[in-house]
């Protein structure tokens, strides 16, 4: 019997693990994985930045758990020497059309209690970036860059120095209620628990329905891949380079990252993924397209979205295509400048109604507590997000 069985073992997960042993060091607690290692999906596929929270709707779950994320991930590293650098990015409109949208950027980052954030001319910019094409632009100082794989590696051994448990290769196939308790099956044992708390990104619908949640989306996977800038035109980009994002649709476009590991890298596109794992362009697992497809709120979206979902398909198979799209805020770069990088898969969270979900979404119930939608910035308010799930289990155990 445990006290607590914590699902999926990407930053988040191991945040609330993290968070859950700090307020009860004497609590039993496990931790699964369905991998043969830690922060295979999302968190070890992500960009790295250190997100600072401008983009946010202020006072939404997104905004304050950034806000408060940023400054616990900035402490928990300088405590344990872990690597980061604030270096700042730029965020920039390239035609007039964007200004307003960059005006309310600027609004939402105040209200969200950004230091240092400032509007600045395209003069002012070329001394940033000086090979970024814009007439206007936002420098936010507050952003940053991190490895948080790890990160997830210091989490992870810190809730094993706590007494927790971590199990990696155990996939959870079946849970099973009972009067006071669940029966956690997976695919090499079982075991009981008073609580579970779902941090199973890809699969956290699905987990979810396990434990009984009558839940109302369906996590729909979409593919952001990247391009490594070669090493020769990295004096292209000095940091981080973005472009004002789509307000109607939850990805921020292509854009340009500096890495803290050395390099720069392009992108992401988002499109629709064949697989929830669907790392490449034709891996297809047809069960989970069906599903993908069927769902109403799916298409929804693809009526409402279809121009612009055709366009980011086209750019996943034209090279041309995706180096266009990068040549809106750098006219220099050329397709023989970019070499194939890697790609990850955001699991977006999408309602009937084909309300593509763009906040943090936690549901309970008596058994459990699933986290079914965690976006971006889910790696920069782990910690957070980890504290308030952490108060939500310590007062029902």
Same mark, same amino acid.
């Given at each position: 019997?445990?006290?607590? &069985?914590?699902?999926? !073992?990407?930053?988040?997960?191991?945040?609330?693990?993290?968070?859950?042993?700090?307020?009860?060091?004497?609590?039993?607690?496990?931790?699964?994985?369905?991998? @043969?290692?830690?922060?295979?999906?999302?968190?070890?596929?992500?960009?790295?930045?250190?997100?600072?929270?401008?983009?946010?709707?202020?006072?939404?779950?997104?905004?304050?758990?950034?806000?408060?994320?940023?400054?616990?991930?900035?402490?928990?590293?300088?405590?344990?020497?872990?690597?980061?650098?604030?270096?700042?990015?730029?965020?920039?409109?390239?035609?007039?059309?964007?200004?307003?949208?960059?005006?309310?950027?600027?609004?939402?980052?105040?209200?969200? !209690?950004?230091?240092?954030?400032?509007?600045?001319?395209?003069?002012?910019?070329?001394?940033?970036?000086?090979?970024?094409?814009?007439?206007?632009?936002?420098?936010?100082?507050?952003?940053?860059?991190?490895?948080?794989?790890?990160?997830?590696?210091?989490?992870?051994?810190? &809730?094993?120095?706590?007494?927790?448990?971590?199990?990696?290769?155990?996939?959870?196939?079946?849970?099973?209620?009972?009067?006071?308790?669940?029966?956690?099956?997976?695919?090499?044992?079982?075991?009981?628990?008073?609580?579970?708390?779902?941090?199973?990104?890809?699969?956290? @619908?699905?987990?979810?329905?396990?434990?009984?949640?009558?839940?109302?989306?369906? &996590?729909?996977?979409?593919?952001?891949?990247?391009?490594?800038?070669?090493?020769?035109?990295?004096?292209?980009?000095?940091?981080?380079?973005?472009?004002?994002?789509?307000?109607?649709?939850?990805?921020?476009?292509?854009?340009?990252?500096?890495?803290?590991?050395?390099?720069?890298?392009?992108?992401?596109?988002?499109?629709?993924?064949?697989?929830?794992? !669907?790392?490449?362009?034709?891996? &297809?697992?047809?069960?989970?397209?069906?599903?993908?497809?069927?769902?109403? !709120?799916?298409?929804?979206?693809?009526?409402?979205?279809?121009?612009?979902?055709?366009?980011?398909?086209?750019?996943?198979?034209?090279?041309?295509?995706?180096?266009?799209?990068?040549?809106?805020?750098?006219?220099?770069?050329?397709?023989?400048?970019?070499?194939?990088?890697?790609?990850?898969?955001?699991?977006?969270?999408?309602?009937?109604?084909?309300?593509?979900?763009?906040?943090?979404?936690?549901?309970?119930?008596?058994?459990?507590?699933?986290?079914?939608?965690?976006?971006?910035?889910?790696?920069?308010?782990?910690?957070?997000?980890?504290?308030?799930?952490?108060?939500?289990?310590?007062?029902?155990?």
């Amino acid at each position: 019997m445990h006290d607590v &069985i914590v699902v999926g !073992g990407g930053i988040v997960g191991l945040a609330t693990a993290l968070k859950l042993l700090e307020k009860k060091p004497d609590i039993k607690l496990l931790l699964l994985e369905k991998e @043969d290692k830690l922060s295979a999906h999302q968190t070890g596929n992500n960009s790295g930045v250190i997100h600072s929270g401008i983009y946010y709707k202020p006072g939404s779950l997104k905004a304050v758990n950034c806000r408060k994320g940023y400054r616990m991930l900035l402490d928990f590293c300088d405590t344990h020497g872990i690597k980061y650098e604030l270096c700042g990015k730029v965020i920039v409109a390239t035609d007039q059309r964007q200004l307003a949208a960059l005006d309310t950027l600027y609004e939402r980052g105040i209200q969200n !209690g950004l230091q240092g954030l400032k509007r600045i001319s395209k003069e002012e910019l070329a001394q940033i970036e000086p090979h970024v094409a814009a007439i206007s632009a936002l420098q936010v100082p507050e952003t940053g860059i991190i490895d948080y794989k790890e990160v997830s590696a210091k989490y992870a051994e810190i &809730i094993q120095q706590k007494g927790g448990e971590i199990h990696t290769s155990e996939k959870v196939v079946n849970i099973t209620l009972q009067k006071e308790s669940l029966v956690v099956e997976s695919s090499k044992r079982k075991y009981e628990c008073k609580l579970l708390v779902n941090c199973s990104g890809l699969y956290s @619908d699905k987990v979810a329905k396990m434990t009984g949640q009558q839940i109302d989306v369906k &996590i729909i996977p979409f593919r952001g891949e990247y391009f490594k800038v070669k090493k020769e035109k990295h004096y292209l980009v000095n940091n981080l380079i973005y472009p004002v994002p789509d307000p109607a649709f939850p990805f921020l476009g292509v854009h340009f990252t500096r890495m803290i590991g050395g390099g720069i890298e392009a992108g992401p596109n988002a499109v629709l993924a064949f697989a929830r794992e !669907g790392y490449k362009k034709l891996k &297809i697992n047809f069960l989970e397209l069906a599903e993908t497809l069927m769902w109403p !709120g799916f298409q929804k979206v693809a009526a409402k979205y279809w121009s612009t979902g055709f366009g980011e398909m086209y750019r996943s198979f034209s090279k041309s295509a995706f180096t266009k799209a990068l040549q809106h805020l750098i006219p220099e770069i050329e397709k023989d400048d970019l070499e194939d990088g890697g790609a990850g898969i955001r699991a977006q969270a999408c309602r009937r109604d084909g309300t593509l979900i763009d906040d943090f979404l936690i549901y309970e119930n008596k058994y459990a507590v699933n986290v079914c939608n965690a976006p971006s910035p889910a790696a920069t308010s782990s910690l957070a997000i980890g504290d308030t799930i952490s108060d939500i289990i310590v007062k029902r155990i």
